[in-house]
């Protein structure tokens, strides 16, 4: 490795599919197309009636399908293991079609303690106001998490979480929800499936949000969910024909372009994550590191890491001085892009609204989310630790 380290896991999939288009594309191009069409049109009457009547699969309009969103459903279905998949606008809107379809007033659903702000503001706002409970459970205690499931319609899984890193059990907890009829459902955007095919695991439904690694880029937004066909053929139902939030064919197409390069891409995310998360757990300024892979057990089910991570810095370290003196790290949110990016948690607790994940899960103020990109990993080490000890001065 072109850094040093040593690749902890060596067994990432290859999949050509990744590659090159794997539905038939017209005149052989290389790279698939964007049919940039709202409808599609029929030749006879007998075709339009075969269609409605659900007797035909041709493409009628872009809400329910379209060629380009559907090569992209078809790879990463692949990518997952699963029969079937369906492309959101975004990622809130791949959560909101896994969960809000499976779920009616009076039902509780299970969830981990730190997952992504807008989940739980989706949970605490939307679905409360639904009549739907939320429990929230310490994911790392896989006894509480099943001991939570019994009821439950839902258990929502996302591992590891945003901002602590903590990692679930995700094989015991998938085979505890199968065998109690709970409905599983996890955010697997920060590993994608080069590092953890939940489904492999059990889960049921795989929800990602595209806009990060999968199209790695920072220039899209796109959601997705993926499992099986009976699951997904609600969600089409219920969502992607109702709610309407459909991803589009031009970020169809970036994303799938994105993903070309995905598996080189995540392996520099896991090196140069890695390699920062220990470089700042061995720094007298530095508290904590949140990053599954400094844990002594190894973390079951996963087989690499994203580059995302965290760390707290010490009190004698001024954390706006911290962020103000970084010169290659931007500060930006979202992750996933070339750029590396950091969140300051002080910034964060102060986000305002109702429902604020950071201050109701205790995020400290003194953590930094680092999304480490692709740049030299000698040129980010040099950027953060000058960052840090200029805080320090400004501090004293
Ligand atoms: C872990 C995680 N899941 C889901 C999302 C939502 O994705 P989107 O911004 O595309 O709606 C985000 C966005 O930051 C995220 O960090």
């Known amino acids: 490795m072109a850094n040093g380290i040593t ?12 590659i090159t288009p794997s539905l038939p594309v017209p005149h052989h191009a290389t790279a698939t197309p964007i049919f940039q069409s709202s409808s599609f049109l029929f030749d006879s009457y007998a075709q339009i009636a075969d269609v409605f009547a659900g007797r035909s699969d041709r493409y009628i309009y872009s809400r329910g399908d379209n060629p380009t969103v559907s090569e992209l459903e078809a790879l990463i279905a692949r990518l997952e293991g699963t029969e079937s998949a369906r492309g959101f606008s975004s990622g809130m809107a791949a959560i909101c079609g896994a969960v809000m379809p499976f779920v009616t ?3 509780r659903i299970v969830t981990v303690e730190h997952i992504y702000s807008d989940a739980f503001r989706l949970f605490e706002t939307v679905l409360k106001r639904f009549g739907v409970s939320v429990t929230y459970v310490d994911g790392r205690d896989t006894q509480a998490l099943i001991d939570a499931l019994p009821g ?38 920060w ?19 595209a806009s990060k690694y999968l199209s790695g880029h920072s220039d899209t937004l796109g959601g997705l969910v993926a499992g099986p066909k009976a699951l997904i053929g609600k969600i089409d139902h219920e969502a992607t024909h109702l ?11 970036l994303i799938l372009r994105g993903m070309r390069t995905l598996e080189l891409r995540m392996q520099a995310h896991r090196d140069s994550g890695l390699y ?5 757990a061995d720094h007298s300024l530095v508290t904590a590191v949140h990053h599954p892979g400094l844990l002594v057990e190894r973390p079951k089910g996963l087989t690499g890491f994203g580059g995302l991570f965290a760390f707290d810095l010490a009190d004698g370290v001024d954390v706006e001085g911290f962020c103000n003196a970084l010169r290659v790290v931007r500060i930006g949110v979202s992750w ?7 969140v300051p948690g002080q910034a964060a607790c102060g986000l305002a609204g109702a429902a604020n994940s950071f201050r109701r899960f205790g995020v400290s103020p003194r953590t930094i989310r680092l999304a480490v990109g692709l740049e030299p990993v000698a040129v980010l080490e040099q950027d953060v630790l000058n960052a840090i000890s200029s805080a320090q001065r400004a501090a004293a």
Not at 157 to 178: K, M, N, Y
Not at 191 to 209: E, M, N, R, S, Y
Not at 245 to 251: A, I, K, L
């Open 276 to 280: 920062l998360a220990r470089r700042l």
């Open 105 to 107: 007033a009076g039902d």
């Open 7 to 18: 690749p902890t896991e060596p067994s990432m999939h290859f999949s050509p599919d990744l």
């Open 336 to 342: 996933g892009g070339p750029e590396s990016l950091m």
């Open 191 to 209: 590993a994608t499936p080069i590092f953890q095919t939940p489904a492999a695991l059990g889960i049921d439904l795989i929800v990602h949000a």
């Open 243 to 253: 709610y309407g939030g459909r991803m589009s064919p031009v970020d169809a197409f």
């Open 152 to 189: 439950a319609k839902l258990v929502y899984l996302e591992s590891p979480t945003s901002w602590t890193f903590r990692l679930q059990d995700v094989a015991a907890v998938g085979e505890a929800a199968r065998r109690l009829g709970v409905i599983s459902v996890i955010d697997n955007s």
